[in-house]
């Protein structure tokens, strides 16, 4: 039998591995502390120059009279075309549709929504484009966008809403500029509700 290979062959330099612990340690103590850094560097960009959410603007709305009065009751709702050629969109999301449930907009034109919710947190999301934000009782939500394509697009409800969330569906349509613009012609408030 052999004898045990003595200890001192592998020496032992207890405070060399802690400097060098302590080293890797501080490294991913820096790489994280930066990590948080350039989130809110990136949140504070996109929120001052593209005024994504947190809104850059706190408009309220009451839900509990938001059909007898201001710029949500029912006959105000939908596109409405702009003296200056935009469009703004006025909106609810309610439990658990949203009004009007198909919007219409035209090509190559600014669109601006304006919309809230009448009970719950909703969500307000056009499929395959940035909007995306949240309907929060009490507040406006705003967001700003163009289509260049005629088609129509889905508009879930991405926020759990209640029993009936997974059935709250709202479409887009966007149409030719042309053909928007007649339809304005004839009616103040559009929609492709049918
Ligand atoms: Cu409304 Cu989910």
């Not at 949140?43 to 509990?64: C, F, K, L």
């Not at 003296?83 to 969109?89: E, I, K, R, W, Y």
């Not at 889905?154 to 042309?178: A, Q, S």
Request: charged letters at 20%; a neutral charge.
């Amino acid at each position: 039998m052999k004898d045990p290979i003595p200890l001192a062959t592998f020496p032992h330099t207890p405070d060399a591995g802690a400097e060098r612990a302590a080293r890797i340690e501080r490294r991913w103590a820096a790489t994280s502390i930066a990590i948080i850094a350039l989130l809110v560097v990136i949140a504070a960009y996109a929120g001052v120059h593209q005024a994504v959410m947190p809104q850059s603007r706190i408009e309220t709305a009451d839900p509990r009279t938001l059909h007898l009065a201001g710029e949500f009751i029912e006959s105000n709702l939908g596109s409405d075309l702009q003296p200056d050629g935009s469009v703004m969109v006025r909106a609810i999301g309610q439990q658990y549709s949203f009004t009007p449930q198909c919007i219409v907009v035209p090509t190559g034109t600014p669109i601006n929504f304006r919309a809230t919710s009448a009970d719950v947190v909703h969500g307000f999301l056009i499929d395959g484009t940035t909007v995306n934000t949240m309907l929060v009782p009490g507040y406006v939500s705003t967001i700003s966008t163009r289509f260049e394509t005629p088609g129509e697009r889905h508009m879930p409800c991405h926020e759990f809403c209640g029993t009936g969330h997974e059935g709250m569906w709202g479409k887009l349509r966007v149409i030719d500029k042309t053909a928007f613009q007649q339809m304005a012609a004839n009616r103040r408030r559009l929609s492709c509700v049918e």
